[in-house]
């Protein structure tokens, strides 16, 4: 893991060190949860409120933010026990910091916020299936990962292996959720309505 880091210091270095008052401004919300809120009840009032499926789609979104964090938290920080930059004995140094923000936790392979917000993105984009949608929740996720990385608390690649886990965890509990649909609620198309 640590051979990745000389690859990619210039674009983690270029990123964190990119901040102006709008950008601080707009990103450091990333850094906490209040954002969650919208981002999860809209798509569900709006989409998933009149649906018959709502009970196992409301489940499925449960079952990725839980799943998610698991695996992130439980699962590949221990395993690689990678350093965050902010605790980074060859980095530490060189990180800029928003407002003195420090991540919880000494380990940052994968980042969490990142393979939530596109485990999120990718099983509620399956399950709502409109375009707009999609966009928009991907542009938030997407928006996600790259706070992560100018507010200094991970590296590139921890941003990048978790927008790929949570988009392969967001697939599987979407398959999972269209399997128990089919067998035990209803005969219902989740892109459907």
Not at 67 to 80: A, E, G, Q, T
Not at 98 to 117: D, P, Q, R, V
Not at 132 to 152: K, N
Request: proline share 6%; aromatic share 16%.
């Amino acid at each position: 893991m640590e051979e990745l880091l000389a690859y990619e210091h210039d674009l983690f270095t270029w990123i964190n060190s990119t901040h102006t008052p709008l950008t601080d401004a707009l990103l450091w919300p990333f850094s906490g949860t209040l954002i969650w809120c919208p981002v999860v009840l809209v798509p569900f009032w709006f989409y998933l409120r009149k649906r018959p499926d709502r009970l196992p789609a409301s489940l499925s979104i449960g079952l990725i933010i839980l799943l998610c964090s698991i695996v992130s938290d439980l699962v590949f920080k221990p395993l690689f026990s990678r350093f965050r930059p902010t605790m980074h004995p060859l980095y530490l140094e060189q990180v800029r910091l928003l407002k003195e923000y420090t991540a919880n936790g000494l380990y940052g392979f994968i980042s969490g916020h990142t393979t939530n917000a596109f485990g999120f993105a990718m099983l509620s984009s399956l399950l709502i299936g409109k375009r707009p949608y999609t966009i928009g929740i991907f542009v938030w996720a997407l928006a996600m990962g790259y706070s992560r990385i100018y507010l200094g608390a991970h590296f590139v690649s921890d941003v990048w292996a978790g927008m790929i886990t949570g988009s392969l965890l967001g697939v599987l509990v979407f398959f999972l959720y269209r399997w128990a649909t089919q067998r035990y609620f209803i005969s219902h198309t989740p892109t459907e309505g």
